[in-house]
């Protein structure tokens, strides 16, 4: 978690206070320890063997079916039992504080589904026959409650901690999606370990680990995909930066500032993924723009301005036989388009452009206007937000201007390790002397600032 807010230090402690409340108060009689000692043994198993995912922040195991049948067989405290197993994880990399956290977690949600099962009247212990079908009702309530409980704990920690991470590690919520329907679908074996154990006994659990390792390997093989993914973005972007040495930074930014936008108007899943990756790759086009045009300090000539207008086209291209990019590719290809119409390289109006490219419009835009270009210094954040505002309805979408402010209000604007900041500062920061401000920089032509105005040598 690295070092957590004082915030995010009392979610976590509160968090673990309530699962050792829980522990505590108990009643312990009358548990089914033998049914406990195995299914904690599969937590155990299951959590030893997690799979990593998205750069190592979050992990995935089966173990939420040992904890649903635990719920069945011995009720709501045996089952935060059998949660609290996570503890003794055979798993190297969490701290100390990620280990409790994560137990905590699971003990409160196997706990707290144990008490959804009753209350859907489900009855304790080893079913029959006679169970079927009325068992299965309780049973995916259960499961339901689980799973959401689990996965809102964790999603509450990980936005507590979004400022302390990459943007990467936290942008992509398509995962959590998946992930609960992963958790789902493997929480039902779960009732299968149960009706099987009162024929086989304790040997229930062992015929379900064929399943257990089909879907360990299906979740690593999705893992490896995703890590093929971010490996792809991060080649193409810092192929861009290498030639456009003032950039750097600036595609993570504005992978950032989109999803902020994003975030704020209700974007969820899927689409909140490919949005990401189009603010990565929306420059990759730069590929196809000679160097000595990207760093070109004084105007460029008219066929220079033509080479940088071609870069969307150029960027597709590039991009449009990767598959996952899916709905990113239209951002790509018009993330220089215009509200009133007079942009690039279509000439698209209002609603005609994309949404994805409207939002990257924005975002685009301020991080263009907050950094340092090779002709002309950073702008303050104030003042980019203002300048946002006076071309909102001309240039950008005007509730995408609304939506990014308000997030930049409320999250602020965090800079990239080893950026330069802009004379006046960012939201909240101390004021520090910057670059030359764009105001007394030369007359020279916007590389890829669409809040710039339009200048071009006619020699």
């Known amino acids: 978690m690295g070092k957590l807010s004082r915030v995010a230090l009392l979610y976590v402690t509160a968090v673990v206070a309530a699962a050792v409340a829980v522990l505590v108060r108990g009643p312990f009689t009358g548990l089914g320890w033998s049914y406990i000692a195995v299914l904690g043994a599969l937590v155990i198993i299951s959590e030893s063997r997690a799979t990593q995912l998205r ?20 009720g709501p405290v045996g089952a935060a039992l059998v949660g609290a197993c996570t503890a003794v994880a055979l798993r190297r990399g969490p701290s100390v504080l990620q280990r409790v956290f994560n137990t905590a977690m699971h003990v409160l949600s196997a706990y707290l589904a144990g008490r959804a099962y009753l209350a859907l009247g489900g009855h304790v212990g080893l079913p029959d026959a006679s169970s079927f079908p009325r068992i299965i009702w309780p049973f995916a309530g259960a499961a339901v409650t689980q799973v959401a409980v689990n996965h809102g704990l964790l999603g509450g920690v990980l936005w507590l901690t979004r400022d302390a991470e990459p943007a990467s590690a936290h942008a992509g919520v398509g995962l959590s999606a998946r992930l609960q329907l992963s958790d789902l679908g493997y929480g039902a074996f779960g009732l299968l370990i149960a009706a099987l154990w009162r024929v086989v006994g304790p040997f ?35 192929a861009v930066e290498t030639k456009d040495f003032y ?22 899943g899927a689409r909140l993924e490919a949005l990401r990756y189009a603010g990565m790759l929306h420059d990759v086009g730069k590929l196809g723009v000679p160097t000595k045009v990207l760093q070109k300090t004084g105007k460029l000539t008219e066929e220079e301005y033509q080479a940088i207008q071609l870069h969307p086209m150029q960027g597709l291209a590039i ?17 220089h388009e215009r509200i009133d119409g007079r942009g690039y390289p279509t000439g698209l109006a209002g609603d005609e452009i994309p949404e994805f490219a409207r939002v990257l419009a924005v ?3 301020f991080d263009s206007m907050t950094s340092t270009r090779s002709y002309r210094g950073a702008r303050p954040v104030e003042e980019a937000i203002a300048e946002l505002g006076k071309w909102s309805g001309t240039q950008f979408d005007p509730a995408f201007v609304a939506a ?26 101390p004021s520090t002397a910057g670059p ?9 032509q916007d590389r890829d600032d669409p809040a710039a105005p339009q200048r071009v040598d006619s020699q």
């Open 363 to 365: 975002a685009d835009a």
């Open 404 to 429: 990014f402010v308000a997030a930049i209000r409320r999250e602020g604007w965090q800079r990239s390790a080893g950026e330069p900041a802009a004379a006046g500062g960012g939201l909240g920061a």
């Open 436 to 444: 030359q401000d764009e105001r007394s920089a030369p007359a020279v």
């Open 55 to 74: 750069q190592g922040r979050l992990s995935w195991s089966p173990s939420s079916t040992a904890m649903l049948a635990s719920v069945v067989l011995v």
């Open 204 to 238: 229930a659990p062992v015929l379900v680990l064929i399943p257990f390792i089909v879907a360990r390997w299906a979740m690593a093989q999705f893992a490896e995909q995703q890590r093929a993914y971010e490996a792809t973005m991060g080649a193409l972007c810092q």
């Open 319 to 335: 991009v449009r036989e990767i598959g996952f990019l899916d709905e990113a590719l239209a951002g790509i290809m018009h993330h």
């Open 247 to 268: 950039t750097r930074g600036h595609s993570e930014r504005v992978s950032r500032g989109s999803v902020m936008i994003a975030r704020e108007i209700g974007m969820r």
